[in-house]
Nanobody, 119 residues
Framework: VQLQAFGGGLVQAGGSLRLSCVAS????????MGWFRQAPGKEREFVGGIDWSGDSTYFVVPVNDRFTISRDNTKNTVYLQMNSLKPEDSAVYYC?????????????WGQGTQVTVSS
């Protein structure tokens, strides 16, 4: 499966962005999906995931309900809606096919999209 993420950009603190990740293939609807991020000089960290149906999501990083993950299986797309962005949210964001819902282990990676939040 190939993943392509887009929607990043430069936004002021307090602003919003919606990242999208489009997957190739016919089995997208069977995958748990996740978002990771990597800030300069830091290790890549798991942001959160969504199960195959879209009914269940969870976040690992303390986003305090600022972020929402959703998916549209008819479009092979998973989304990360980010509101009330903070400078510390600046990072390259990656979508990934998870080994299993609940695990922060990726089987396939997208190429990443840069998010920069200015103060």
């Amino acid at each position: 499966v190939q993943l392509q993420a887009f929607g990043g950009g430069l936004v002021q603190a307090g602003g919003s962005l919606r990242l999208s990740c489009v997957a190739s293939g016919r089995t997208f609807s069977t995958y748990a999906m996740g978002w990771f991020r990597q800030a300069p000089g830091k290790e890549r960290e798991f942001v959160g995931g969504i199960d195959w149906s879209g009914d269940s999501t969870y976040f690992v990083v303390p986003v305090n309900d600022r972020f929402t993950i959703s998916r549209d299986n008819t479009k092979n797309t998973v989304y990360l809606q980010m509101n009330s962005l903070k400078p510390e949210d600046s990072a390259v964001y990656y979508c990934a096919v998870l080994a299993s819902y609940g695990l922060a282990i990726a089987n396939h990676w997208g190429q990443g999209t840069q998010v920069t939040v200015s103060s």
